[in-house]
């Protein structure tokens, strides 16, 4: 019988090209954005960076995570997004943390998880150019084009099929980043 485990991240081809991302600033600075820091945006810092440990970007890309709460700053990633992602090859670290006003100025972008992240990002931001820093991450997943739900949902108060789930929508959204990143188109949206 065929073996129906879907392919750990790290199991993709290399396809290393060890090229920066052109057009915006290197090394270019991500923030992912949800609202507890422990579940989702944990898991797109895990998956993000094992995609640009594949593509050997280190250099080129800076991953960080945070969230818009305060209630689990300095608490490790949620067990269950931990297991959801171990189960695809992800390990997921760091201690959670609050977003601040000095993120929008360090970071080239900030992306939220759901649209009440975004609306509380596009609030905090100290200006213009600050708010146009801010984006959903779902926006970058090729697949989703034209749908009118962007979010990834909250699985916070869920079971743990909603973790896998998670999973699966943040790395699809990932990939569509990398190759954004890559190929420079993202830049020249910024523009
Ligand atoms: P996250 O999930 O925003 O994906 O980290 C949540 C974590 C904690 C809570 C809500 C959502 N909370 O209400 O404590």
């Not at 201690?95 to 900030?110: C, G, P, S, T």
């Not at 916070?156 to 980043?177: I, M, P, Q, S």
Request: glycine fraction near 10%; include cysteine.
């Amino acid at each position: 019988m065929a073996d129906a485990r879907p392919p750990l991240v790290g199991e993709a081809p290399a396809g290393a090209s060890h090229e920066p991302p052109a057009g915006l600033p290197v090394p270019v600075r991500v923030l992912f954005v949800c609202l507890g820091n422990i579940c989702r945006s944990p898991t797109a810092e895990g998956v993000m960076r094992a995609l640009v440990r594949e593509q050997g970007l280190e250099r080129s890309v800076e991953l960080e995570s945070a969230g818009t709460g305060a209630w689990h700053v300095g608490g490790p990633p949620d067990a269950r997004a931990t297991h959801a992602a171990r189960a695809r090859g992800v390990a997921l670290e760091g201690a959670a943390r609050q977003v601040r006003v000095d993120d929008f100025i360090n970071f080239d972008l900030l992306l939220a998880m759901d649209r009440e992240n975004l609306r509380e990002l596009r609030r905090l931001a100290p200006g213009e150019e600050e708010r146009a820093k801010v984006r959903l991450l779902r926006e970058f997943d090729p697949a989703s084009a034209g749908a009118g739900d962007l979010d990834v949902p909250d699985p916070y108060y869920g079971e743990g099929d909603g973790f896998a789930a998670v999973f699966e929508l943040v790395h699809a959204a990932c990939e569509g980043l990398l190759e954004q990143l890559r190929d420079g188109s993202l830049a020249h949206q910024a523009q």
